[in-house]
């Protein structure tokens, strides 16, 4: 990344976390060059930063702030609530209020558990089908980001030099080491592939209790999965005895009922997070009445302990209900209408400007790509040296020049508190940003 004009407050912050925090921070999607900007305040849809410059934030926390920065609905209720207590030791209302209304969102959500964080409702639901099937291994879709679970984690970054063949993806590790046997326990399967996907899924029939999917997984290109993909994958799961867990942690808020309601299937199991939290900390892991039992320690199934301090804690689940009450159907269908629009104009923008790039996307969300042609899978998708070098040079554009903060894979997730008159700011940061790429040698 190209160093930037740099805040002074920003760049003084920056070098006392570099004496504490490794990298200078606790999650690296903060970081840029030369420093991260440090943030003041924010409202609505807009941050200010330490230094006093206001941008429009179309990254939303990666994807998880539906109505912006601070709604005064959510402000209000998480206030009323701080004042009686953050977290007991005892069962409150909001539980029950909350797990209801998800399910009234959808009736694949017969009975649900809340959790801390997206990472968690994955595991939980990994080990929730382990447990049920009695099988230890899982299969997911090569690339694919489900959080940092060893197992759901495998092939998250596998690159041209690891990634293998097409017809056999190879079990990648994120971190040096993964155990061996996380790694053996994990079968890598193509996106959107029918065909390589059942011939690796039936070399392992009778071994599987889940393949992990994401309708639309971010790192794979961001196109909404196949019906076709979807439907063979729900077969093949439901004859061999194991089952479909999908992640929801970025795509429930692309409908009502989440992306799955594009498709005429049920999952067994659906991991959310990210949205539902209103703004905090939070994941949940729902689905059959009869799976989710094994989590009962009343039951007579009783085959998966599961707890957790902070899980289904008021602050959370106040936030999270407010925010999903606003976040009705007609604030879906609005929020998607404007994405549409956005995608529409910036397609335009880029056969104006005559350098190679494309948009893909689905819901309230879509993802700018270098390329030519929108990918269609992983290995498609993954961005070469120089279309990570152009890439970068167009996010920081849109940062610096524009005032426009997207997730760094030119990435935006919109919120309510967004209309017409950011997503033309967007369109004309993109107008100028694309034209001086199409310039750059
Ligand atoms: C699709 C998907 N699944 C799971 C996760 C993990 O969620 P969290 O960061 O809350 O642990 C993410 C986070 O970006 C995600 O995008």
């Known amino acids: 990344m190209a160093d930037q004009p740099t805040g002074p407050r920003s760049a003084k912050l920056y070098e006392r976390a570099l004496e504490i925090l490794p990298g200078?921070?606790?999650?690296?999607?903060?970081?840029?060059?030369?420093?991260?900007?440090?943030?003041?305040?924010?409202s609505g849809c807009r941050v200010t930063d330490v230094d006093g410059v206001e941008r429009i934030d179309f990254s939303n926390n990666m994807a998880s702030?539906?109505?912006?920065?601070?709604?005064?609905?959510?402000?209000?209720?998480?206030?009323?609530?701080?004042?009686?207590?953050?977290?007991?030791?005892?069962?409150?209302?909001?539980?029950?209020?909350?797990?209801?209304?998800?399910?009234?969102?959808?009736?694949?959500?017969?009975?649900?558990r809340?959790?801390?964080?997206?990472?968690?409702?994955?595991?939980?639901?990994?080990?929730?089908?382990?447990?049920?099937?009695?099988?230890?291994?899982?299969?997911?879709?090569?690339?694919?980001?489900?959080?940092?679970?060893?197992?759901?984690?495998?092939?998250?970054?596998?690159?041209?030099?690891?990634?293998?063949?097409?017809?056999r993806p190879a079990s990648v590790p994120v971190a040096r080491g993964t155990p061996p046997n996380a790694l053996a326990d994990v079968v890598v399967i193509p996106f959107n592939d029918i065909e390589r996907a059942l011939t690796?899924?039936?070399?392992?029939?009778?071994?599987?209790?889940?393949?992990?999917l994401d309708l639309m997984p971010h790192r794979v290109g961001l196109v909404p999965a196949d019906p076709e993909f979807v439907t063979a994958l729900r077969d093949w799961t439901r004859e061999d005895g194991s089952l479909l867990l999908l992640d929801e942690v970025i795509t429930f808020r692309s409908e009502y009922g989440g992306a799955q309601t594009w498709y005429d299937i049920t999952?067994?199991?659906?991991a959310m997070g990210k949205a539902i939290g209103g703004g905090f900390p939070v994941g949940a892991i729902a689905g059959r009445a009869d799976l989710m039992d094994i989590m009962n320690p009343y039951g007579s199934s009783f085959l998966f302990p599961h707890s957790g301090t902070f899980s289904a804690n008021p602050i959370t689940l106040t936030a999270g209900l407010v925010a999903m009450e606003l976040f009705d159907e007609s604030a879906v269908t609005n929020l998607n209408a404007l994405a549409k629009r956005a995608m529409r104009d910036i397609q335009e923008v880029i056969g104006e400007a005559g350098c190679p790039a494309c948009v893909s996307g689905g819901g309230s969300i879509f993802r700018i790509h270098m390329k030519e042609q929108v990918p269609r899978n992983y290995r498609e998708a993954y961005t070469t040296p120089e279309e990570s070098r152009?890439?970068?040079?167009?996010?920081?554009?849109?940062?610096?020049?524009?005032?426009?903060?997207?997730?760094?894979?030119?990435?935006?997730?919109?919120?309510?508190?967004?209309?017409?008159?950011?997503?033309?700011?967007?369109?004309?940061?993109?107008?100028?940003?694309?034209s001086r790429l199409a310039s750059m040698p």
């Open 267 to 270: 999952p067994d199991l659906t």
């Open 24 to 42: 200078g921070a606790s999650r690296n999607t903060v970081l840029r060059k030369p420093h991260p900007v440090y943030v003041a305040e924010a």
């Open 200 to 212: 690796i899924l039936n070399e392992h029939r009778g071994e599987l209790a889940a393949v992990l």
């Open 114 to 167: 809340f959790v801390n964080s997206g990472t968690e409702a994955i595991m939980a639901g990994l080990k929730a089908a382990r447990a049920f099937t009695g099988h230890a291994k899982i299969a997911k879709v090569e690339g694919a980001y489900h959080g940092s679970y060893d197992y759901a984690e495998v092939s998250q970054t596998a690159t041209p030099k690891n990634w293998g063949g097409a017809d």
């Open 390 to 434: 152009r890439l970068n040079s167009l996010v920081d554009h849109l940062f610096e020049e524009e005032g426009l903060i997207m997730i760094n894979t030119c990435t935006a997730a919109l919120s309510t508190a967004m209309g017409d008159a950011e997503i033309d700011r967007l369109v004309e940061g993109l107008r100028r940003g694309l």
């Open 65 to 112: 702030l539906i109505h912006g920065h601070a709604h005064p609905d959510v402000v209000a209720a998480v206030t009323e609530q701080l004042r009686k207590g953050s977290a007991y030791t005892l069962a409150t209302e909001i539980e029950i209020r909350y797990a209801e209304h998800l399910r009234n969102r959808n009736p694949s959500f017969e009975k649900l």
